[in-house]
């Protein structure tokens, strides 16, 4: 079963619960924000990464972002969702629209949320080029291996042309 469709069987199940007097799911909301939990990134990274579009997300930019900052700002909208989710459920039915249309406001908030942690903002494909070409001895193996794959095509070539002469 794919992610989307477990997120959403979770988010359906809160939903059951939202019925009692209390909202659960703000409370919950509130703990992934305060207390930063290591499995949201990992699933949030996982959910985005079976989306057919590809990910032009500038990492750089909402890693500069002060994550102390983004905290304050998320725990006070969700306190006032807190108060309006007691008259219309509003938390049930945005955490639907997050895991089946996977916006990208969502994952550039988590990006920004776990900035400050050590090792969670995934490597851009730039980056990874840069890295490639700043070692000498990646840059000399791949060249080897094109000319080995360039000479083995000149082979092949040549057999061919020689059979198609037959």
Not at 9 to 22: K, N, R, Y
Not at 43 to 57: F, I, M, N, R, S
Not at 67 to 85: A, E, Q, S, W, Y
Request: contains cysteine.
């Amino acid at each position: 079963m794919k992610l989307q469709t477990k997120c959403t069987w979770v988010i359906i199940g809160l939903l059951i619960i939202e019925i009692l007097p209390v909202p659960f799911t703000s409370l919950y909301s509130l703990y992934a924000i305060r207390k930063r939990p290591t499995w949201l990134p990992i699933v949030t990274h996982e959910l985005y990464a079976e989306k057919w579009q590809t990910d032009e997300t500038d990492y750089a930019l909402l890693a500069s972002h002060d994550p102390l900052l983004v905290r304050k700002n998320c725990t006070i909208g969700l306190v006032i969702i807190f108060i309006l989710d007691l008259l219309v459920p509003i938390i049930i039915p945005t955490a639907l629209y997050v895991v089946r249309r996977r916006p990208l406001w969502f994952k550039s908030l988590i990006i920004r949320l776990y900035s400050d942690q050590q090792g969670y903002l995934p490597v851009q494909s730039t980056e990874k080029k840069a890295a490639h070409q700043q070692d000498p001895f990646i840059l000399v193996r791949t060249q080897q291996k094109m000319a080995a794959l360039e000479h083995q095509n000149i082979i092949f070539a040549k057999s061919q042309s020689r059979k198609q002469q037959r």
